[in-house]
């Protein structure tokens, strides 16, 4: 299983260099000059040039990305243009606000989603085409407009929550609960409908097999049953979706943050673009890599633990 | 070194393509009283004295409230040298840094960290004496003297930031006592009670801690202001919170115990935000949202700001037929300034075919009808100069502000009515816009006049800006109207000054279309918010007198 995991970091590497060179690529060739917005509009070519020469961006851009990968080698992801703040201390910053909404989102994801779908598989009927109707709808309604709207009814309408801002947990654990609720909602939305049908249909045809009429017939507590039994059986599928709808839930991040004026990475991200802010760029980017790679590599544990022929054969 | 006068973008994309409220036009009659009545906005302030009077006269004196929250865009950077012009610097700037000179609303100026100031007699503006207030501490708590206020100034022309260019005349400054200083210019500098207010940043005095490590500058403050930055509790580009300056010298003027600046750039969302009583004022507020702000209970000002305007930058281009001034005539004659303004600065915007708008130092009345719609004249004058078949005009426009590309759409409209065959390309930003222009691939760009609240010199760099004259348009005359007025003070300046409009309206370098304001919203638990009547001014909620600075309406 270790090697399994050592296996698995190192593929990882590559991965992060190509992401990196893409980045770069990408931003290279999106007009624009950080050049212009530092110093303003009333100067000429040259100067703006002279601007760029400073910051190092007249440099071809393999040189440009070979420093960005000896600035990583040597511990640091560089300065940002334009705050002059460290590209580590700027991520350090908004790293919290992110990860505790996509914790937050994935929690209630997983939570509400296994619970709708269990109650979907047992009792069926109605319930289980309201899942449904509930997930083609979710799946339809982008989740900036669903932030929208609980911002309008929910802070604006009855003043019940709070519509922008995020407070620290070791500031203020009661506001910081407060500020993540619409935030999360917004960003689960979409996943709780997709969790409960997965589960509805993974669970439906676990409880169709012969192992669990067997199992009915050995007087087993509906209970113990349907959690220690169906479930277990039901679960790899479902938390795929759930490592799936995580990871798609920290690109949904960019537009949460936006909506609720959030100070974390997806924010930081979209700043830093329009702003041509190559070092926060590659920096942000290279986090939510790793992001990605760790909760892939969460994924594959949980397989192992939830199925033991899984950790036979890695 | 950079240009003098440069100005923030993001501030002026987001002003501009933003129709003035029915308020503009009362401030604006407002801004024409008071120049008429001799207030100084920049072109003509020489001295100033100690004898600032109270705006409003039931102020508290002291805290009387906890948090004052404000809603604005990302800075360029909260170190004052490094920091944009205009209103970014009142948001960012003033909360934490006290200026030595304070500029009111009606555009007075009147004593911050300077109690007095004036230029040497016989110096033709060239010499500035500034005497300082006594007893002012910066926060890290040094004594603020002469020979701060010059150190702060060497720093800020040699940090090379937007504003250096402020002072790239300055042949040096002196502390000439422990409280006095002599600043010494190589050329005329008419507007320093301007350019050393609040609304530039070099005014902005900064102390020997932050001199010393100005990278500490992006993270907290070392000014002598009301607040001061507070790192642990800010996020760049998202949240800043200023926290009380034990240091300050006038408790008296202020009147919460922190003020937060949150970075919200959409309206939507700041509306909400202010709505669910999360933000007090909304300092960036498009036009299209001052009826949500008014119908949320919020209330709006506004005031007049720059002028919408195609600037004929082909007009030094040999080739081009931009340089026949019948030709730029003909344009200027071509447009319904009337229907413009009342079509895209939704009804409330003035229409004007001077450099100048009007109420500021330089507005001629007398050539306000230069120019007036006539589509024959147009192409009786294009037939004089030889394109009696019209010509194709390459114009180059910013999404930014010019929202939708409306403007470039119906210059387009216009121009085509008399034989002109006008092709726009749109570029998203400034960042794209700027080096477009400089290519010299454009023989006009879409792009606002004036600021010249600011003083007639600044509006002269703005609109001569390297990019937004490509060709490099030089004037032996201008240069001499220029000289001249900014050598005089008071109304003989302001005089020379309608001469400069006028031989810029005559030789029609610009196509000026119509006025546009700014405007902000101020939740109902705020008060003593006063509208400025002058352009290129901000609402400024802290100030060194307790009777201007804002306070909570319950108090």
């Known amino acids: 299983m270790l090697r399994y995991l050592l296996r698995r970091l190192l593929l990882s590497i590559p991965l992060l260099f190509v992401v990196s060179i893409l980045t770069f690529i990408m931003v290279a060739i999106v007009p624009g000059d950080p050049a212009v917005r530092i110093l303003g509009a009333g100067h000429t070519a040259a100067q703006y040039q002279a601007l760029d020469q400073k910051l190092g961006l007249t440099a071809p851009i393999g040189v440009q990305y070979w420093h960005w990968v000896d600035g990583v080698l040597h511990g640091t992801l560089g300065t940002s243009l334009f705050t002059n703040q460290t590209v580590t201390s700027e991520l350090a910053q908004r790293l919290p606000t992110t990860i505790w909404l996509v914790i937050g989102a994935t929690l209630v994801t997983v939570v509400a989603g296994v619970a709708l779908g269990l109650a979907s598989a047992v009792w069926r009927g109605p319930l289980g085409r309201v899942v449904d109707a509930a997930s083609w709808i979710t799946f339809a309604v982008p989740n900036f407009w669903l932030g929208l709207i609980l911002v309008e009814f929910i802070a604006v ?72 039994h169906a479930l277990r059986n039901a679960a790899i599928p479902i938390v795929t979706a759930a490592g799936l709808f995580s990871i798609a839930m920290l690109g949904g991040t960019i537009l949460v943050e936006q909506v609720f004026v959030l100070p974390g990475m997806g924010s930081l991200v979209v700043q830093a673009a329009s702003d041509h802010d190559l070092p926060v760029i590659e920096g942000a980017v290279l986090y939510f890599t790793l992001i990605v790679i760790a909760l892939n590599l969460l994924i594959d544990l949980s397989y192992a633990w939830l199925n033991p022929r899984v950790r036979v054969t890695a | 070194m950079p240009a003098r006068y440069p100005f923030t973008l993001r501030a002026h994309a987001r002003r501009l393509g933003r129709p003035a409220s029915l308020l503009a036009i009362a401030t604006l009659a407002a801004g024409t009283l008071a120049a008429c009545g001799g207030v100084s906005n920049g072109g003509g302030s020489s001295t100033g004295t100690a004898s600032a009077t109270a705006a409003a006269s039931a102020a508290p004196t002291g805290i009387t409230g906890d948090t004052l929250t404000l809603q604005f865009n990302e800075p360029v950077s909260t170190n004052p040298a490094l920091e944009g012009t205009s209103e970014s610097d009142v948001v960012f700037g003033a909360i934490d840094y006290d200026s030595l000179i304070y500029q009111l609303g009606n555009g007075q100026y009147v004593p911050d960290l300077a109690t007095s100031w004036s230029y040497a007699p016989g110096s033709k503006n060239e010499v500035f004496n500034l005497t300082l207030r006594q007893n002012v501490h910066f926060s890290d708590g040094s004594l603020l003297t002469a020979s701060s206020v010059v150190n702060s100034l060497e720093y800020f022309a040699k940090a090379d930031g937007p504003q250096a260019g402020y002072l790239a005349t300055l042949a040096s400054a002196k502390a000439t006592g422990t409280y006095t ?107 299209s949202a001052q009826q949500s702000a008014k119908s949320g209970n919020l209330t709006t000002f506004a005031q007049p700001f720059s002028i919408a305007s195609l600037i004929l930058m082909g007009r ?176 003989a300046a302001s005089a020379a000054y309608e001469k400069v409009d006028d031989y ?51 108090s």
């Open chain 1, 157 to 228: 309408k009855a003043r019940l929550l709070p519509s922008i801002g995020y407070v620290p947990l070791g500031q203020d654990p009661g506001g910081w609960l407060r500020s993540l609720i619409l935030p999360v909602v917004t960003l689960s939305a979409v996943g709780v409908t997709g969790i409960a049908k997965q589960t509805r249909d993974a669970m439906a045809e676990v409880l169709s097999r012969e192992f669990i009429a067997a199992l009915r017939m050995a007087g087993l507590s509906r209970r113990s049953l349907l959690l220690r």
């Open chain 2, 504 to 554: 810029l309206t005559d030789n029609a370098w610009f196509v000026p279309l119509f006025s546009l304001g700014a405007t902000l919203a101020v939740a109902p638990g705020v008060a003593n918010v006063q509208a400025p009547s002058v352009d290129n001014t901000t609402i400024d909620p802290v100030a060194p007198i307790a009777s201007l600075s804002w306070y909570p309406s319950s």
């Open chain 2, 181 to 287: 200083v002599q600043l010494t210019f190589s050329a005329p500098e008419p507007d320093l009670p301007f350019l050393l207010s609040q609304y530039q940043d070099i005014g902005q005095i900064i102390g020997p801690t932050g001199l010393a490590n100005p990278k500490t500058l992006t993270t907290t403050s070392d000014g002598t202001g009301p607040y001061v930055l507070s790192a642990a509790q800010s996020v760049a580009n998202s949240q800043y919170v200023f926290t009380l300056n034990s240091h300050y010298w006038n408790p008296a003027a202020v009147h919460y115990k922190q003020v937060v600046v949150k970075v919200i750039t959409d309206a939507t969302t700041a509306l909400s935000a202010a709505e669910s009583g999360q933000v007090d004022a909304l300092l960036s507020l498009p036009s």
């Open chain 2, 316 to 491: 030094s281009d040999p080739k081009s037929p931009l340089s026949n001034l019948k030709v730029r005539e003909a344009i200027n004659d071509a447009v319904d300034r009337s229907a413009l303004a009342q079509g895209l600065g939704g009804g409330n915007s003035v229409p004007t075919d001077e450099f100048a708008i009007p109420g500021t130092t330089g507005y001629d009345p007398a050539a306000a009808s230069t120019y007036s719609y006539n589509v024959a004249t147009a192409k009786s004058l294009l037939a004089q100069a030889g394109y009696a078949g019209g010509f194709k005009l390459a114009v180059l426009d910013t999404l930014a502000l010019d929202a939708n590309g409306d403007i470039g759409a119906a210059l387009k409209t216009e121009l085509a009515a008399v034989g002109i065959d006008v092709t726009i390309t749109e570029t998203p930003s400034p960042a794209q816009f700027i080096p477009a222009a400089l290519s010299k691939q454009y023989d006009a760009v879409i792009w606002p006049l004036s600021q010249n609240g600011a003083g007639f010199p600044y509006a002269i760099q703005f609109a001569m800006a390297p990019f937004t004259n490509a060709f490099g348009t030089t004037s032996t005359e201008l240069n001499s109207l220029m000289a001249t007025a900014g050598a005089l003070s008071g109304s």
